[in-house]
């Protein structure tokens, strides 16, 4: 794995506490997300402070990482909700707090290496609070049937509605159920769908006018 960070101490105790995992080593270690970029060499996993310098990191420099083959895990003091939903958006694959316990990062870094997603209750609702449709990444149709099924539609009514055929409707349905546990929500039933809907405002829950 690898680490950005400015400030030097701060790697220095990530690096001690990732090498005193049996088995890891850190790979890579700098301050600047071009440089990590530039090096030869690349890891599967890549943890990211997000004030770099005085600048801010955005959704390209994450991107970037992404499309280098790494998981990007933020390891951050709390920035700003719009900052956490642009990299998340682009592709971030779990947040940190660096008030967090020391014992959370070898257990976060090893969820994002796995390909699962670590989002905190308190990440998940920055998430939710700017965008509830952001975190499972649903398409406009995937969310559409999501609404609909939610609604108590049967998948035939929901076909005839949307114009699709119901063998589409269940490949939707699929997918859906299938984002949703990449974020560490699953959803395997129809009230578990139903839940999620609830949870990330695409349908209202009963309770509420």
Do not use: C
Not at 97 to 116: F, H, M, N, Q, Y
């Amino acid at each position: 794995m690898s680490l950005i960070d400015d400030h030097a101490l701060v790697r220095a105790g990530l690096e001690a506490l990732v090498n005193g995992q049996p088995g890891w080593s850190v790979a890579w270690s700098g301050e600047d997300v071009d440089e990590y970029l530039a090096a030869s060499t690349k890891s599967d996993v890549v943890v990211l402070d997000l004030d770099l310098n005085g600048r801010s990191v955005g959704a390209s420099e994450v991107s970037a990482l992404v499309r280098s083959g790494a998981a990007v895990l933020v390891v951050s003091a709390l920035a700003s909700p719009a900052a956490v939903r642009e990299v998340a958006a682009a592709g971030a694959a779990g947040f940190v707090s660096k008030a967090d316990s020391a014992e959370v990062l070898p257990e976060a870094i090893r969820t994002v290496g796995e390909g699962r997603h670590w989002l905190p209750e308190s990440m998940m609702m920055v998430l939710l609070e700017g965008n509830s449709r952001l975190a499972p990444g649903l398409t406009p149709q995937e969310q559409r049937v999501l609404e609909l099924f939610s609604s108590g539609m049967t998948v035939a009514a929901i076909a005839r509605l949307l114009d699709l055929s119901a063998a589409t409707v269940h490949v939707h349905l699929k997918r859906i159920r299938a984002k949703f546990a990449a974020i560490d929500r699953p959803a395997p039933g129809p009230v578990d769908l139903y839940k999620r809907a609830v949870e990330f405002g695409i349908a209202q829950s009963p309770d509420r006018p």
